[in-house]
């Protein structure tokens, strides 16, 4: 057994939380990784939606697509992981405050499910 900080550990309870921290890190990385194939390859859903209800015009999608990748593979190397979560973070943040602009109130709650 090793010590961690004075503490007994369990080698396998290491090895659970180890692959519980690796799920927990891929599950966002892949869905970022999905939303910036989409802005790349340019699906007529994402533009429309880009473009038509939070009013940014197309061309935006080559900047936002690479900046997004980008981002994302910094965060997945363990030496930039800290970097690559502060620019998500920023991303993100960015993300949010165009739907808050727009007034979709989906981010926070599924379609179908706000009050009228």
Do not use: N
């Amino acid at each position: 057994m090793s010590t961690v900080a004075g503490h007994l550990r369990a080698p396998g309870r290491a090895k659970g939380l180890l692959w519980m921290g690796r799920v927990f890190t891929a599950l966002p990385i892949l869905m970022l990784l999905l939303s910036a194939t989409l802005k790349l390859t340019k699906q007529p859903q994402m533009v429309e939606t880009f473009t038509g209800m939070l009013g940014y015009p197309a061309s935006a999608l080559a900047g936002i697509g690479p900046l997004e990748v980008a981002c994302v593979v910094l965060s997945a190397i363990p030496s930039t992981a800290v970097l690559g979560a502060v620019l998500l973070t920023g991303f993100l943040g960015g993300a949010i405050a165009t739907h808050v602009r727009v007034g979709d109130p989906s981010f926070l709650m599924p379609r179908g499910t706000e009050s009228a």
